[in-house]
């Protein structure tokens, strides 16, 4: 076996992250010794953790967007079904559409956050290139976004709240996906989520990519996590259009305002879900933590209005988007 | 003002030059078709609806030129034509946003991407917004949504129905974030209409793409198309990057999107009106 | 030319019309003689035309249910679009069922019924192979059924009646169509119908084939054309199914009970519209008048029912059909 | 009587003939698999809820052994049990219709192809019906129609959810046009279950086919099917004959349906009360 690929899977390394790689080295060095002379190096192992964390604490005080875009893409990155799992029980999963497919790349289903039912849906990814593949790498097409809306209508028939995980590059733009509607799929979405008749939450936990992300994200609250980003297009994409240079995806990051903080000062988000030092993957089980606290918190408020004043708070909440100057 | 009135004003100013510019006309008669490459004498191809009386090509309308053409004895309103757009995230890439924004409005006479009035086609009393992709490719920023929100307010107030042009390259990236959250503000916008049970017709032209197409421009109780006019979510280009082939012929064209399902009627510039009126008098008995 | 085609389809003459074929042959001589000796035969031609009208209305008066299975399916008979033309007013199409395709198997659009607005739909056929193919002889799609079921809740949105025009020889059983979903679509349908809230009228204007039929005919009232038929399976595939003898359809015609008097004694139909002698090809202007006169006349009473009225109506009329015993 | 005491009164006498007809048992003791052709000891095959404990295969089940799986605490109590066919059009094929009723009653113990009943899965009340192909092919006639919409109506008045165990030819053709309105019937009783907001699980066991799964058995809140059931609208014959040539392996089981996005889950034997229960616990909470 390859070892040095494998360490690098344990240690989770962003590209970024290279001071850490060499603290790495030396703790394993200092564990090797010690397990040869037994224990004599806890105190030097327990130094060089800490001082791994502290590097690692420094790194993330000061990601640049570009950066962010990194953590947010990183193969590593907890899942919709493993937020799912470890928020929620007894999860049963709903497939299909009821028209043409079932979308991989979207999930959609029941479960019970603490006693209460609700119904969860999110984009899937994976940690693979495999899983990328089976998974289309969270990109739905017209199928998912319709199986996702026909378990709003479940959950609004039911009377259930709503949770969205968003994370996707966007909706799959494929020669299949424009003959089967996914403009039409995105719009119904968009106007039906306007009208449910149940609090509905929105998260996203990694890669907010456009309409695609959009799609399920009409939350009455849409919270971001902290190393998430959220925007009209991809830095690359925006770059290559809009500054005729492909190698400016950097600029474009900035430019574009797509971190969660900058989301959340433009009244875009109402709320940042923190992560763990060096972003979610390296406590999945505390990001999971800070995520279901987060709805919980966001979910009793809501659940107090009626379904008219769902409504009209989600009305009043997109209303409000956008910012112009107003002449005579 | 009416849209009338401020088409008069902008028009001499700006039309020989606009006009030029749109048409590739190459002196001031003729005009060269697009599609056929015959040269059309510009009278006969304004007369014409801008339609090439040869090949049936749709030249692309500005929503005055619309306008014209729908409401002949003047009687569209505009409203909130007062509206602009800013540079909020004081974006800049290969030119500064606000400066985009002052040269759009000197080169097309618009304020921004589209025109919302009310109006009536015969007897019929309805809200329409029509949009320029004249100005920055008619995408939707802010100014755009909140337009588009305040005529479906207007027509809920009123109770009027719904028909809006859509011409689109999708949202403007230029306000980033803001102009994705367009699409739900629009879309929110039609919930409401539909809650009111108001009619809503959308009138897809070319082209329409991305965030227009992904919200508004497909929502119509009614959809209807110009011939040949590119519809489609994502653009030819990144599919084919995407996919890594040629897009078949006639791939997300209005015929195309007939075939598929996702418009009632492909329907030539000469029928629109009166399918227009015909529609909303089926939604008024 | 080959000139007796053309005069078998200007006669429009069904197979068990040979008596009349005779008489044709004879009146078209005496009409060449008449042209020749200048107008002296009139009164001859007038007694053949009398005379074949006799024989018309007496083949027609005892048409087994067989022969009447094949006006039903004439290809001369008038089609769903036909009878729009006649019957309604400012008719315009409306395409797709804004998922996968347009299904011209199955045709939809808003009308005015004089001066009132109404939403038509109908299976649509065709009088030549060229026309089966394109129309794929009326039978639907998943897509054609979901099209209905759009502009069903068009009407139901803007409150217009709804009258349906039922002429296939079923829900169409290819590859595709299971694919897609052939029996949610008509399912779909089934309990949609059930539900709206505006007047339906269904009319069996040819073959009523099955859930094919059934899938857009759940009218507050049913009618069918004197000579159209309305069963759960064909006769040929009754034959072969249940008689185990495919050559035995004529038994099993007359054993399913299919015709309009046979339905209109079980109940299962409201009122049978009249044909002209011959059948409605023979005079589609007259038909599409007694069609015309049957809608208005069914309609008033519709139009005074509330939404839950009509929605109760519809539940009561389908609820009590069925017969049974019942023991303890 | 409750299904328990009808089941144990016809069992007897009944069973060991008609376990043998159906599974084709070659004696007393041991039962070959259709699918794997190995042998399996009844006694194993029963206590493996009839599943193939060498390949999975799902064996059919009457009513009353699924009953017996779901509810071993006997909490069903059958209503509507004595609703029996009648041959009210005279129809004979080659057989005549009152005959084969007969027939199929003594054969197989039932009154017709549907048992309906209201039961607890553990603390959860729930209006069940179960099909049985065992009756003419689990076709649905007038008596199937009617227990069902009464059992929708029973659910409405109780405020219980509907789970619905289907298997079926379709339509019961003897009843002609009857049976064909039992399709509307028994949507139309749906129709009303979900106006009242009330659940319904559709359970699609081998095969479910024709008029029942254009009706009923399609139109679950969540569908549930069985592994590798047949499940579509038309034979696989008769799609044969109309496209002229073969259909491809997998087609119109289960697992195509899941993959086409008409079922939500494809579920195990074993697993199928869980779900269910925890389904109904979803709902209702
Ligand atoms: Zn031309
Ligand atoms: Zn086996």
Chains 1, 3 share one sequence.
């Not at chain 1, 424009?178 to 039906?192: D, V």
């Not at chain 2, 195309?256 to 008995?285: A, S």
Request: proline residues 4%; positive net charge.
């Amino acid at each position: 076996m390859a070892k040095p690929e494998q360490k690098k899977n344990t240690r989770r390394l962003l590209p970024f992250e290279k001071p850490i790689e060499e603290l790495y080295d030396k703790l394993e060095k200092l564990k090797a010794v010690g397990s040869e002379v037994k224990m004599e190096m806890n105190e030097e192992v327990r130094l060089m953790e800490k001082r791994i964390e502290a590097t690692r604490r420094d790194i993330f005080a000061k990601l640049s967007p570009s950066q962010i875009v990194q953590v947010a893409r990183f193969i590593q990155r907890p899942t919709t079904l493993e937020y799912i799992d470890m928020i929620f029980d007894d999860f049963l999963e709903l497939h299909g559409d009821r028209n043409f497919s079932d979308d991989p790349a979207m999930i959609a289903g029941v479960a019970k956050l603490d006693r209460r039912s609700v119904v969860v849906m999110g984009h899937q990814k994976g940690h693979s290139t495999k899983e990328y593949l089976a998974r289309n790498l969270g990109m739905a097409n017209p199928e998912g976004y319709r199986k996702a809306l026909r378990v709003m209508r479940l959950a609004e028939r039911y009377n259930k709240p709503i949770i969205s995980f968003i994370d996707t590059p966007g909706a799959y733009p494929g020669l299949g996906a424009e003959e089967r509607g996914q403009a039409e799929a995105i719009a119904k979405n968009l106007r039906e989520m306007a009208e449910l008749t149940v609090p509905f939450i929105s998260i996203i936990t990694g890669e907010g990519g456009s309409g695609g992300a959009l799609g399920i994200a009409m939350g009455n609250k849409v919270m971001m996590m902290e190393f998430s980003i959220y925007s009209v297009i991809s830095p690359e994409g925006c770059a290559s259009i809009l500054f005729r240079d492909a190698t400016r995806a950097n600029d474009a990051a900035v430019a574009m305002k797509i971190t969660s903080k900058d989301l959340l000062e433009l009244n875009v988000i109402d709320e940042i879900i923190k992560e763990p030092i060096g972003g979610a993957h390296n406590d999945p089980q505390l990001t999971a933590k800070n995520i279901k606290a987060a709805i919980l918190r966001n979910l009793g408020p809501l659940l107090a209005l009626s379904h008219h004043e769902l409504i009209a708070d989600r009305y009043n909440k997109y209303r409000k988007m956008g910012i112009y100057n107003e002449g005579n | 003002m009416s849209i009338h009135d401020w088409f008069k004003r902008k028009k001499l100013q700006k039309e020989a030059e606009y006009t030029r510019e749109r048409l590739d006309i190459p002196g001031n008669l003729w005009v060269k078709c697009y599609k056929c490459g015959q040269a059309i004498f510009a009278k006969d191809l304004m007369a014409n609806l801008k339609v090439c009386p040869k090949c049936g090509y749709h030249f692309k309308l500005t929503a005055a030129e619309r306008i014209a053409q729908l409401f002949p004895k003047n009687s569209f309103k505009e409203i909130n034509p007062g509206l602009t757009s800013t540079n909020f995230l004081k974006f800049s890439d290969t030119k500064d946003y606000g400066k985009r924004i002052e040269d759009s409005m000197l080169k097309s006479g618009l304020n921004d991407a589209i025109v919302t009035g009310l109006g009536k086609l015969d007897d019929l009393d309805v809200a329409m917004g029509l949009m320029n992709f004249s100005f920055m490719g008619g995408s939707m920023g802010s100014v755009v949504g909140e337009k588009f929100a305040r005529l479906v307010e207007a027509a809920v107030e009123k109770k009027f129905p719904v028909v809006i042009f859509s011409t689109s390259g999708g949202a403007r990236m230029q306000e980033s974030i803001m102009s994705l959250m367009q699409m739900a503000k629009t879309s929110a916008a039609l919930g409401r209409l539909r809650e009111n049970r108001l009619p809503y017709i959308s009138v897809l032209t070319d082209p329409t793409t991305g965030g227009v197409s992904a919200s508004f421009a497909m929502l119509g109780d009614v959809n209807l198309a110009e011939p040949n006019a590119l519809i489609g979510f994502a653009g030819p280009r990144v599919i084919e990057q995407t996919i890594r082939q040629k897009l078949p012929p006639g791939f997300q064209r209005s015929e195309f999107l007939l075939e598929h399902g996702m418009v009632d009627r492909v329907c030539e510039r000469k029928d629109l009106r009166d399918t227009l009126v015909k529609l909303l008098r089926f939604f008024k008995d």
